[in-house]
C-alpha cells in the first residue's frame, strides 16, 4: 500500500474504521446469547478505538470517534453520551500520549490503556450513582472492565499484524503530509 497517496489512505483507514466498528455494533446485537449468566465479551469497540489511537491518531479524529460512540450508546441502550464522552476522553488523551508510547514497549502500553480502561468503568458507575440512574450489578462490570483490559494485547496484534495499523516511525509522513 506504499503506492497509495497518504490522503488515500487516511481516508481508506478512516472508513475501515467505521466498518469495524459497525461489525462490531452488529454482532453485539445479534441474539447469540438468549439464556442469563452466559460469558462477559471485552468492550471491542473500545480497545479498538485506544489500539487505533495510540498507533495511528490521524485515522481516529474526535469527530469521528464521537458519532461512532454516541450511536452505540444509542444502539446499546446506554445512558446517551455519558460512556460517549468517557471513551472519547481516554482516546483523545491516548493520542496525546502517542508519541512517548511510540518509543516504549507494549507493556507500558498496555498499562496506560489498562488504567483507562478501570477510569472509565469507575468514572461510569460513579456519574451514573450521582444522576440516580440504575447502576448495572457490580461483579459483571467489574469482570468485563478486566476481561477488556486484559484483551487489549490481542485487539493490538490484530491491529498490527491484520489491519496493518502500526505505530508511525519518525520518518513517516501523515495525512496531512507532515513527517512524524
Not at 67 to 94: K, N, S, T, V, Y
Amino acid at each position: 500500500m506504499s503506492d497509495i497517496a497518504p490522503s488515500t489512505r487516511l481516508w481508506t483507514m478512516r472508513i475501515a474504521f467505521s466498518m469495524l466498528v459497525l461489525m462490531i455494533l452488529f454482532l453485539h446485537l445479534l441474539p447469540l446469547q438468549t439464556a442469563t449468566g452466559g460469558l462477559i465479551w471485552p468492550d471491542f469497540l473500545l480497545l479498538f478505538a485506544l489500539a487505533w489511537s495510540v498507533r495511528r491518531p490521524d485515522y481516529v479524529p474526535a469527530a469521528l470517534l464521537a458519532a461512532l460512540f454516541l450511536m452505540a450508546d444509542l444502539l446499546l441502550q446506554r445512558p446517551p453520551g455519558l460512556w460517549a464522552l468517557l471513551a472519547l476522553i481516554a482516546c483523545e488523551q491516548m493520542k496525546g500520549q502517542s508519541r512517548s508510547l511510540r518509543d516504549a514497549s507494549l507493556a507500558a502500553e498496555m498499562m496506560s490503556a489498562a488504567l483507562w480502561i478501570v477510569g472509565i468503568g469507575l468514572a461510569y458507575r460513579i456519574i451514573l450513582a450521582v444522576m440516580v440512574v440504575d447502576v448495572p450489578p457490580l461483579g459483571p462490570a467489574v469482570i468485563q472492565i478486566l476481561v477488556t483490559a486484559m484483551t487489549y494485547p490481542l485487539v493490538v496484534a490484530i491491529t498490527h499484524a491484520l489491519m496493518r495499523v502500526r505505530k508511525p516511525t519518525p520518518g513517516d509522513i501523515d495525512g496531512k503530509g507532515v513527517r512524524s
